[in-house]
């Protein structure tokens, strides 16, 4: 019973404002009625079912729990063909009618789907493309500065570049990240916490990261700090983030 009530609560947290989950439920139904030919019923509303079915059913969370962790459960609705089962309910209804019908049928639709959702570049995790990794440019430029080639480096990053410094460099490694982003570890962290206190405490961030072993501690310029740090040196700053240095470290880096 907790699985299916989790699967319910992955469903609802998954359907963002709900009305793209409506017009996806009101395009089944349509298609249930209205569309004969056997194979695209297959594809556009059993396949769908299923699927739905097979998301929600506790064993299924139970078995994907086995393999992957349970807060990525949601991906699996990636699998839904909602998009596409929209996309020819309205055609179907569309080519149903003639003349001014079609057209004002045709605008209905278009206005539907333009205010199903809101912009995804909205999100402060989604950015349009600025190179061929699809990664924003200051976080390439940063990671290619800090690369050192043969070894891991541990860098603390602001949170703005904690889901893409990993993706881009796995040689990089975070003392805190994409666990806290998507509700894996809830318990505190020295260093997070620090970073997130207002006003924060220079000294304690310094020696946290020290205890960490931390090489590096990249922030926004306008985060930059005003005190000393004992173990860290400005070592310089790239498209607007101040890297600081570990000055205990060797000459491999």
Same mark, same amino acid.
């Given at each position: 019973?907790?699985?299916?009530?989790?699967?319910?609560?992955?469903?609802?947290?998954?359907?963002?404002?709900?009305?793209?989950?409506?017009?996806?439920?009101?395009?089944?139904?349509?298609?249930?009625?209205?569309?004969?030919?056997?194979?695209? *019923?297959?594809?556009?509303?059993?396949?769908?079912?299923?699927?739905?079915?097979?998301?929600?059913?506790?064993?299924?969370?139970?078995?994907?729990?086995?393999?992957?962790?349970?807060?990525?459960?949601?991906?699996?609705?990636?699998?839904?063909?909602?998009?596409?089962?929209?996309?020819?309910?309205?055609?179907?209804?569309?080519?149903?009618?003639?003349?001014?019908?079609?057209?004002?049928?045709?605008?209905?639709?278009?206005?539907?789907?333009?205010?199903?959702?809101?912009?995804?570049?909205?999100?402060?995790?989604?950015?349009?493309?600025?190179?061929?990794?699809?990664?924003?440019?200051?976080?390439?430029?940063?990671?290619?500065?800090?690369?050192?080639?043969?070894?891991?480096?541990?860098?603390?990053?602001?949170?703005? @570049?904690?889901?893409?410094?990993?993706?881009?460099?796995?040689?990089?490694?975070?003392?805190?990240?994409?666990?806290?982003? @998507?509700?894996?570890?809830?318990?505190?962290?020295?260093? *997070?916490?620090?970073?997130?206190?207002?006003?924060?405490?220079?000294?304690?961030?310094?020696?946290?990261?020290?205890? *960490?072993?931390?090489?590096?501690?990249?922030?926004?310029?306008? @985060?930059?700090?005003?005190?000393?740090?004992?173990?860290?040196?400005?070592? @310089?700053?790239?498209?607007?983030?101040?890297?600081?240095?570990?000055?205990?470290?060797?000459?491999?880096?």
């Amino acid at each position: 019973m907790e699985a299916f009530t989790i699967a319910l609560g992955t469903i609802k947290d998954y359907m963002g404002t709900g009305f793209v989950t409506v017009l996806f439920l009101v395009a089944l139904v349509y298609l249930v009625v209205f569309e004969k030919d056997r194979v695209k *019923r297959i594809f556009f509303v059993y396949i769908p079912l299923v699927i739905v079915l097979v998301f929600l059913c506790p064993v299924s969370y139970k078995i994907y729990g086995l393999f992957s962790e349970g807060v990525t459960y949601y991906r699996l609705l990636w699998l839904i063909p909602e998009v596409p089962v929209i996309a020819y309910a309205m055609s179907m209804l569309v080519t149903g009618f003639e003349g001014k019908k079609k057209v004002f049928c045709s605008a209905f639709c278009i206005l539907l789907a333009v205010f199903s959702g809101k912009l995804m570049y909205s999100d402060m995790y989604m950015i349009k493309a600025q190179n061929i990794s699809h990664m924003p440019q200051y976080v390439v430029d940063i990671c290619d500065a800090l690369h050192v080639e043969g070894r891991e480096v541990q860098v603390l990053v602001p949170d703005e @570049m904690q889901q893409f410094v990993r993706q881009y460099d796995p040689c990089i490694c975070i003392p805190y990240g994409r666990e806290y982003m @998507m509700g894996l570890t809830l318990e505190s962290d020295e260093i *997070r916490d620090a970073m997130s206190e207002n006003p924060r405490d220079a000294e304690k961030i310094d020696l946290y990261c020290v205890w *960490r072993a931390v090489h590096y501690i990249v922030v926004p310029e306008s @985060m930059k700090f005003e005190e000393t740090l004992n173990h860290y040196d400005e070592y @310089m700053t790239i498209d607007g983030y101040v890297i600081y240095k570990n000055n205990q470290l060797g000459t491999d880096f």
